[in-house]
């Protein structure tokens, strides 16, 4: 599914033009209706949100999660709630407002401010060092493993994460055409392989845990899950129903399965997707030096030099939160939704949707529209300001989604978001390369929508030069 919307996203631009905010194209048994402004879209999310919950079967995206074991990708039905209530519960132990993803996101700032030093002036590519901060802190949080730099186990995790983007950014035409799989196909040798070993490590570090799990608080979020499936068992032996569920469902439960692909899905949602971001953001301040400026301003007033930012400062770093924002805006990480399916026959703006469609929403389209958006081509954090330069969000600013396929993760996302921005503007500057061309902004269209390699050049901010010290045994940086 995410397949085929890479093989249409290219177009869709040029069809919001030749053919309105809405249109359909037959790809098979079923119509493929493109949605692309915030009304229909809103129809599709919210108003029928649950009448276009499904997901199409997609060959790689089967193949990527034993037929369907995950949340992103897995069809609509009790079985789905249920886990998506477990994947849910378990993330509030470490989300937003708690102090477990903080300090495991701090640690990792830490890491990566040390990582920039080293460079001592030189032009480097910003890339390798955001992949791996932002893979440790998906390894801590999903199994608590922490990597220095070149452990070969953090190797091999990058290396198969980038290898499964990579080859089903380019898999899209088995997906619309299954009988090629039959066909010579390197690309869905490479996924097959790539899927092979991420199961292989993530299924040794479930038995560890499955070894070692004891009651009481979690340790990471594979300990979250297991639990979760504890109790779904026990309430299914006790003759307790889960909400929703069918006989049937109810005696297929939550798998291993179920729990493994969850772990997969935090990798390939989460580190991709933070990382190609933060890379956005630095390009984009590379382009808008007074907007960094500003930010790094703002944080100098509200939380000083004598403590990293932490989430509690984020209510009152506005411009900071509007500068993330309007990243997210102007260069979406997901141009199109993940596409939805039709569950029954429905309705868009008034024409009507035939059950089994699929739905792709167009989240470039709608985060350009300029009905909603002034100059949208515009880089403008202040646009996610008011009057008063409080925060102020959109109801067509949808980089997550909405309704009952809204992004599980977004409160991980944003919390880890600001706390590398805050963390890294803190301490550096960042500033173009000598004699190097500024980053291009188009981007490269994949699973993602990525920024082209570049590089820049990063200096400690006056008084932060070389600074680097030890506090309760744990290397972290500070201004005295």
């Known amino acids: 599914s995410v397949c085929l919307s890479v093989c249409l996203c ?32 809103r129809e599709v999310l919210l108003q029928r949100g649950k009448e276009f919950a499904g997901r199409p079967k997609m ?70 060092p955001l992949m791996r901060a932002v893979t440790n802190v998906v390894c801590t949080l999903v199994f608590s493993s922490t990597y220095q730099h070149g452990d070969p186990e953090l190797t091999t995790v990058m290396e198969y994460n980038d290898g499964i983007v990579q080859t089903i950014a380019r898999g899209g035409l088995v997906d619309i055409f299954p009988w090629l799989r039959f066909l010579p196909n390197q690309t869905l040798t490479t996924l097959t392989e790539c899927i092979a070993i991420r199961d292989q490590l993530l299924s040794k570090k479930l038995e560890e845990h499955k070894v070692s799990l004891i009651g009481g608080e979690p340790r990471d979020l594979l300990d979250a899950l297991l639990q979760g499936q504890t109790r779904i068992k026990h309430n299914q032996g006790s003759g307790v129903r889960g909400q929703g569920l069918g006989v049937e469902q ?79 805006r102007i260069r979406p990480v997901s141009p199109i939704l993940i596409p939805h399916t039709a569950l029954t026959h429905s309705s868009i703006g008034g024409h009507s949707i035939c059950k089994g469609s699929r739905v792709l929403v167009n989240m470039w389209a709608i985060h350009h529209d300029p009905e909603h958006w002034d100059q949208p081509e515009d880089f403008r954090p202040e646009r996610f300001l008011d009057d008063k330069g409080l925060r102020f969000t959109p109801s067509c600013f949808m980089p997550f989604g909405a309704g009952p396929r809204v992004c599980v993760g977004e409160s991980l996302a944003r919390l880890e978001l600001f706390l590398f921005v805050s963390g890294l503007l803190q301490r550096f500057s960042f500033s173009p390369a000598p004699g190097v061309s500024l980053p291009d902004l188009e981007g490269r269209l994949g699973v993602v929508l990525q920024p082209l390699r570049y590089t820049l050049t990063v200096t400690p901010r006056p008084g932060w030069e070389g600074v680097k010290g030890e506090r309760e045994g744990e290397g972290v940086w500070w201004k005295e």
């Open 10 to 41: 290219l177009c869709l631009c040029l069809c919001l033009c030749l053919y309105g905010p809405l249109y359909a194209l037959y790809l098979g048994p079923h119509y493929t209706v493109v949605v692309n402004t915030y009304q229909h879209a």
């Open 59 to 128: 060959l790689t995206t089967e193949l990527l999660t034993r037929g369907g074991k995950d949340i992103a990708f897995s069809d609509y039905s009790p079985l789905w709630k249920t886990h998506r209530r477990l994947v849910h519960n378990s993330f509030t132990l470490f989300g937003e407002g708690t102090t477990k993803l903080q300090s495991i996101v701090l640690e990792a700032v830490e890491a990566l401010c040390c990582d920039l030093q080293a460079s001592r002036g030189q032009a480097i590519d910003p890339d390798p």
């Open 250 to 328: 109810e005696e297929e439960g939550i798998s291993d399965d179920h729990v493994l692909m969850t772990a997969a899905e935090v990798f390939g949602a989460g580190v991709e997707t933070t990382s190609t971001t933060l890379l956005w953001v630095l390009a984009f301040l590379l382009h808008h030096p007074q907007v960094q400026e500003r930010v790094q301003k703002e944080l100098d007033e509200v939380v000083g030099c004598g403590r990293s930012p932490d989430v509690s400062d984020r209510t009152h770093l506005p411009y900071l939160d509007s500068v993330i924002n309007e990243v997210m």
